[in-house]
């Protein structure tokens, strides 16, 4: 664990100055935010103002606005489910791995492993005249694959099917989507990765979110502020469809970093060796895997409530996580304190403070390249410029706020990241 004593002056200024008063009560919503607009807030707020949601409703540190329900927000509904909360990527989160090399070992090798990750991880995104495009030509030999093409929900869409479930198993997607190298204290060499359920997920939140929209307009005299906030009720058929859909894509988004995973150890084992290195095993350690977009039954306050977290980690007592910054401030391994007040739960990353239209239009690509200087990346500023470090919040800033809610493990410093463009 990191003494508090080996952080620089500046975190612990920012930790003293911007984590003395929070979290903060504000109304129904108890905030461990300093950084948060009148908009965040204000979605927040609503949400909180549902008669199925406990109050108050926990913002995260990260927080900002989402479709329906904000993004660094936890849930928790009694007897019910929001599906627009939950969102469209089911199951998105991490993963991080320690390997038995250090930087020193890999620093010459970097570009080489981030061109063979890129062949042996499909990225970005089915775009018009490449409808294949992020995904695998032949499915993956895997016993979990199998086993979630079986389990498969009913959804409607023609294009929710095995191709769709196997094409895209094993593959990173686009947007924030990421694979990194990085470095700890020790110069220890750590894979951390960020996806979710891709396609499949996709198809079956949106076809779930449509329904409870639907069904809630049809049922309500008065319609709700927000029709992303529609809900379906325990005990009915469409409770019970979700949930299971629902599950399914948590596996699949979970199974999905674990292949990812072993194809990115497999690559920096195969670079070191052609590097003339003896190589055993690359993994070193536990391996750490946490969802930041999900739903699970939780016993909170004496009682039984589904929680909900939009963009936030379970951060149970001891329970290990990974709260990533931007593609050029690396990440942190944390453990959970177990903090009640917030559901014990904490945030899932630095979240945005610019949207990607803003970012594209008040940052620059030649800011990009001197941000990512001496990591190895994409290189592709224009493509990558709404991902751009400055469109993010302070993840120390973020880290300070939080320090009630989990330990920082270790603190990871890029040197090689890898994304969809």
Same mark, same amino acid.
């Given at each position: ?47 909180? #103002? ?5 109050? %108050?409703? /926990?913002?995260?540190? =990260?927080?900002?606005? *989402? &479709?329906? !329900? ?5 849930? #928790? ?5 929001? %599906?627009? /909360?939950?969102?469209? =990527?089911?199951?998105? *989160? &991490?993963? !991080? ?25 499909? !990225? ?28 498969a929900p009913d959804v409607r869409s023609e294009k929710f ?261």
């Amino acid at each position: 664990m990191i003494d508090s004593q080996d952080t620089s002056v500046n975190e612990q200024n920012v930790q003293n100055e911007k984590s003395r008063e929070l979290p903060m009560q504000q109304g129904n919503v108890l905030s461990w935010a300093s950084d948060l607009d009148g908009g965040t807030l204000a979605q927040a707020q609503r949400t909180a #103002a549902l008669s199925i949601v406990e109050k %108050p409703l /926990a913002l995260m540190a =990260d927080a900002h606005v *989402g &479709m329906g !329900a904000t993004i660094g927000s936890v849930v #928790a509904t009694k007897d019910a489910i929001i %599906p627009a /909360a939950v969102g469209v =990527d089911i199951g998105c *989160g &991490m993963i !991080a791995q320690k390997t038995v090399f250090t930087r020193d070992q890999v620093d010459a090798q970097l570009p080489k492993m981030h061109a063979q990750i890129a062949k042996a991880v499909p !990225a970005g995104q089915p775009r018009k005249g490449k409808r294949t495009a992020g995904s695998h030509d032949r499915a993956v030999r895997s016993k979990k694959l199998e086993q979630l093409i079986r389990d498969a929900p009913d959804v409607r869409s023609e294009k929710f099917n095995a191709k769709k479930i196997s094409g895209q198993f094993g593959t990173l997607g686009g947007g924030n989507h990421f694979i990194e190298l990085a470095t700890d204290e020790t110069d220890q060499v750590w894979i951390v990765l960020h996806s979710g359920s891709r396609g499949p997920g996709n198809l079956f939140a949106q076809e779930h979110i449509g329904r409870a929209r639907n069904m809630m307009k049809k049922a309500l005299d008065t319609p709700l502020e927000d029709p992303d906030l529609a809900s379906f009720v325990q005990g009915t058929d469409e409770f019970a469809r979700y949930i299971d859909g629902m599950l399914w894509a948590q596996d699949y988004a979970f199974e999905n970093r674990a292949q990812m995973m072993k194809a990115v150890l497999g690559v920096v084992g195969k670079v070191m060796e052609a590097a003339g290195m003896k190589v055993g095993f690359v993994a070193e350690g536990k391996q750490i895997q946490c969802h930041h977009n999900y739903a699970s039954c939780e016993s909170h306050g004496g009682q039984q409530v589904w929680v909900t977290r939009k963009g936030a980690i379970d951060a149970s007592l001891g329970n290990w996580g990974v709260i990533p910054g931007s593609m050029a401030t690396g990440s942190f391994i944390v453990s959970g304190l177990g903090n009640a007040a917030s559901y014990r739960s904490a945030s899932h990353g630095a979240g945005r403070r610019l949207s990607r239209r803003a970012a594209r239009k008040q940052l620059s690509t030649e800011s990009l390249q001197t941000r990512m200087e001496n990591i190895a990346w994409n290189d592709n500023a224009d493509a990558l410029l709404d991902e751009h470090p400055d469109a993010y919040k302070d993840i120390s800033e973020v880290m300070a706020n939080q320090r009630d809610l989990v330990d920082i493990e270790h603190r990871l410093e890029t040197i090689l990241n890898y994304k969809g463009t």
